[in-house]
C-alpha cells in the first residue's frame, strides 16, 4: 500500500513539473491582458534591459509590450523620429495615465536611440 501511494506521488510531482515546465517555457505574457500593477512592472523590466548594444526596432518593442501609453511622431528632413511611452510608475490614482508616469523609448528610423528621462528632451530638440 505504501509502495503505491509513493509510486502514485512521485509520477504526481512528475507530471506536474512537467506541465509547470511547459507553461513557463511556451507562454507569452499579453501585457494587454494584465492588471495595471503588472502591466507597470512588466515594462519597466523589459525597458531596464534594453541596450545599445543589441539594437532594437520598434516594431519588436510593439509587439512585446503592445500598445504604448502615449506616442508622438516627426519628421525631420530624412530622418524619421517616433517616441512611445510606457508606463513604469504609478503617481496618481486619477485613471490618467501621464509623461511622468511612464518611461520614453526614441526611436530614429526605426531603430532604438534613446530611452529614459532624457528622451523626451532629445526629441523636442528635433526640429
Not at 511622431?73 to 530624412?78: F, L, S, T, V, Y
Not at 523620429?81 to 526614441?106: A, N, P
Amino acid at each position: 500500500m505504501l509502495k503505491k501511494f509513493i509510486r502514485y506521488l512521485i509520477l504526481g510531482l512528475g507530471l506536474y513539473a512537467l506541465i509547470a515546465a511547459l507553461v513557463i517555457t511556451f507562454y507569452k505574457d499579453d501585457p494587454q491582458a494584465m492588471i495595471w500593477q503588472d502591466r507597470e512592472a512588466f515594462n519597466k523590466r523589459y525597458i531596464e534591459k534594453l541596450s545599445l548594444e543589441q539594437p532594437t526596432t520598434l516594431n519588436t518593442v510593439l509587439d512585446y509590450l503592445g500598445s504604448p501609453d502615449l506616442t508622438y511622431a516627426k519628421r525631420d528632413g530624412e530622418q524619421v523620429f517616433q517616441i512611445v511611452f510606457y508606463r513604469t510608475q504609478h503617481k496618481t490614482s486619477d485613471g490618467i495615465t501621464t509623461m511622468d508616469e511612464c518611461t520614453g523609448l526614441l526611436f530614429k528610423n526605426g531603430q532604438l536611440f534613446l530611452w529614459g528621462p532624457s528622451a523626451y528632451n532629445k526629441y523636442q530638440e528635433q526640429n
